[in-house]
């Protein structure tokens, strides 16, 4: 069985070094090549074809995500971003990277890291990463993808009960996916949205505000308590299950659900419960399952269920899951869920 080719990006040399050692250390891992930075990363990539890359952010010549962008257009390959970044602009270019095709984020080493602990959680990382099959995405050509039309799509007419609320769960590939969306949706948009996707800190914290950013719609973190009714996208708080009763939006510490917390299960099964026939629901991209049973939950109780298509995820996983399960009314491709969710909010409109 051949090893796992993996180039190493980073402008530090003591951290690049540590980087090289523990993947080095790993038997089914052979570090291929070493960038001090951006443009270096590109052309050892087209030199060597790695499986995977490791690549930070802040790097002199060409930023890591100008990088990103090149490469996901010209020569896609699974990125894991490793960076210590906490600034805001920082993270702003993280989620750029991520909404540019990297797959995934971890943060590097720190001081008071348990022994042994951050070298398993990167080894285990470059190798799921390794697993995705990354889509070629255009920006790198073309620029910000906004101006791409949407193709138009309808669901059926409801004929019971009027749309009050919309739930979106997303996992690895997701920060692309939820900005297509948001994009795609109608400015005024009438309806609340609940968004749920895995992504810990300390990357976690300023993502509603760059999302925010990323449309017409205002993105908020949930608080605890609040009053649920204006539009707008609430999000689920780093390591926080989001949950809606009474009409209103809470944040509990219960246990992790497919190893995850928030979980979009935990999301939508109390959206079942809560608004049952007139809720919708879309499972987006990610690994594992968190999101099928949920969905499921939805579609059951009446509401309007759509899971993303294979072909437009970067991770068919836990679409894959809600289709086999049956929890999804339409399976679609990305560019079609946010003209279907603005069918339904259309109908609130006019009936």
């Known amino acids: 069985m051949s090893r796992l080719r993996v180039l190493v990006v980073e402008d530090s040399l003591t951290v690049r070094k540590r980087l090289c050692e523990v993947l080095s250390g790993d038997p089914d891992i052979e570090v291929v090549g070493e960038a001090e930075d951006g443009k270096q990363a590109i052309e050892l990539c087209l030199a060597l074809r790695p499986d995977v890359i490791t690549l930070d952010m802040m790097l002199p010549v060409?930023?890591?995500?100008a990088a990103t962008e090149y490469l996901m257009a010209y020569c896609p390959t699974p990125i894991l971003v490793v960076s210590s970044s906490i600034n805001r602009g920082e993270l702003f270019k993280t989620y750029e990277a991520l909404a540019a095709g990297a797959v995934e984020v971890m943060e590097k080493p720190k001081a008071n890291e348990i022994e042994g602990d951050w070298e398993r959680r990167l080894l285990?990382?470059?190798k799921l990463v390794a697993r995705v099959k990354v889509l070629t995405h255009v920006r790198g050509r073309f620029?910000?993808?906004?101006?791409?039309?949407?193709?138009p799509s309808t669901l059926p007419p409801r004929g019971r009960q009027n749309c009050q609320i919309v739930a979106l769960g997303a996992s690895t590939g997701g920060p692309a996916a939820i900005v297509e969306i948001l994009r795609a949706l109608p400015t005024g948009f009438?309806?609340?949205v609940l968004l749920v996707i895995h992504i810990g800190e300390p990357f976690g914290t300023a993502f509603a505000d760059w999302l925010d950013g990323q449309s017409p719609h205002s993105v908020n973190i949930a608080t605890d308590?609040?009053?649920l009714g204006k539009p707008?996208?609430?999000m689920a708080k780093p390591d926080r299950h989001l949950v809606v009763r009474?009409?209103?939006l809470y944040l509990t510490n219960g246990p992790e659900?497919?190893?995850?917390?928030?979980?979009?299960?935990v999301l939508f099964e109390s959206v079942a419960i809560e608004y049952g026939a007139s809720a919708a629901a879309c499972l987006l991209t990610g690994m594992g399952q968190d999101g099928a049973r949920g969905l499921l939950a939805i579609r059951q109780a009446g509401g309007t269920t759509i899971a993303q298509d294979e072909a437009s995820s970067v991770v068919y996983g836990m679409p894959r899951e809600a289709a086999i399960l049956g929890a999804a009314q339409r399976v679609l491709p990305l560019n079609e869920i946010g003209a279907a969710l603005a069918t339904l909010a259309n109908q609130v409109r006019h009936e």
């Open 62 to 65: 060409m930023s890591g995500l």
């Open 257 to 265: 659900r497919h190893s995850c917390r928030p979980s979009v299960d």
């Open 225 to 227: 308590g609040m009053a």
């Open 124 to 126: 285990g990382m470059v």
């Open 232 to 234: 707008g996208v609430y």
């Open 246 to 248: 009474n009409h209103r």
């Open 190 to 192: 009438p309806l609340p």
């Open 143 to 151: 620029g910000a993808r906004n101006d791409i039309p949407v193709v």
